[in-house]
């Protein structure tokens, strides 16, 4: 039970972080788009950008606490969360320009750059995601994090690991919170805690 609450607190503090540096994108009703569009699954590409940004962060935590190596945890959220910014359903035949795994990493950057403008890491965040599909190496530590956490979190949506279910609430949460909606029931919550 105390692991379980451990986790508990763990995805709090994690959500929080990811709301905190994110969430201009997060409430922009231009990332709000990317919930009408399907990933992997069931899972919406809002949905996706949302869990690839949580294992990017928890990736940095660790990187930070045991290799005492320093990440730039604000463009990595934001990189994360518009990796897959690319406004269209790619599984209708002809909506992509060309491959869609090979051209999305540069469609989505453009369309984020001119959408909420991008520093040079976020750019390459989104346009090295999908390396090595995609032949041009990350230059920064920030774009392999991003880049392992989207495979991952690929994997799990594909053969359906709830990984980001949780996440999804707390940061609902945090945006019913922005938004002055505080009639949110969560005894849920502190009874299995
Ligand atoms: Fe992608
Ligand atoms: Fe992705």
């Given at each position: 039970m105390a692991l379980h609450f451990a986790k508990r607190i763990t995805e709090y503090r994690l959500a929080k972080d990811l709301f905190t540096r994110g969430k201009d994108i997060i409430l922009s009703p231009e990332a709000q788009v990317m919930k009408e569009f399907t990933q992997h699954?069931?899972?919406t590409v809002f949905e996706h950008c949302i869990a690839v940004a949580k294992f990017s962060l928890l990736i940095a935590y660790f990187l930070e606490r045991t290799l005492k190596i320093e990440v730039n945890k604000d463009s990595l959220v934001r990189g994360a969360l518009l990796h897959?910014?690319?406004?269209?359903?790619?599984?209708?035949?002809?909506?992509?320009?060309?491959?869609h795994g090979f051209t999305h990493p540069r469609v989505a950057k453009e369309n984020a750059d001119r959408d909420f403008g991008l520093n040079d890491i976020e750019r390459d965040i989104i346009a090295k995601h999908m390396f090595p599909l995609t032949p041009f190496l990350p230059m920064y530590r920030e774009s392999v994090i991003v880049s392992l956490a989207d495979k991952w979190c690929a994997l799990a949506e594909t053969f359906k690991i709830d990984v980001s279910s949780y996440i999804i609430y707390r940061v609902n949460f945090r945006i019913a919170l922005a938004n002055g909606d505080?009639?949110?029931?969560y005894g849920e919550t502190l009874a299995e805690a």
């Amino acid at each position: 039970m105390a692991l379980h609450f451990a986790k508990r607190i763990t995805e709090y503090r994690l959500a929080k972080d990811l709301f905190t540096r994110g969430k201009d994108i997060i409430l922009s009703p231009e990332a709000q788009v990317m919930k009408e569009f399907t990933q992997h699954g069931e899972t919406t590409v809002f949905e996706h950008c949302i869990a690839v940004a949580k294992f990017s962060l928890l990736i940095a935590y660790f990187l930070e606490r045991t290799l005492k190596i320093e990440v730039n945890k604000d463009s990595l959220v934001r990189g994360a969360l518009l990796h897959d910014y690319f406004l269209y359903d790619w599984h209708v035949k002809g909506s992509a320009q060309g491959l869609h795994g090979f051209t999305h990493p540069r469609v989505a950057k453009e369309n984020a750059d001119r959408d909420f403008g991008l520093n040079d890491i976020e750019r390459d965040i989104i346009a090295k995601h999908m390396f090595p599909l995609t032949p041009f190496l990350p230059m920064y530590r920030e774009s392999v994090i991003v880049s392992l956490a989207d495979k991952w979190c690929a994997l799990a949506e594909t053969f359906k690991i709830d990984v980001s279910s949780y996440i999804i609430y707390r940061v609902n949460f945090r945006i019913a919170l922005a938004n002055g909606d505080y009639s949110i029931d969560y005894g849920e919550t502190l009874a299995e805690a």
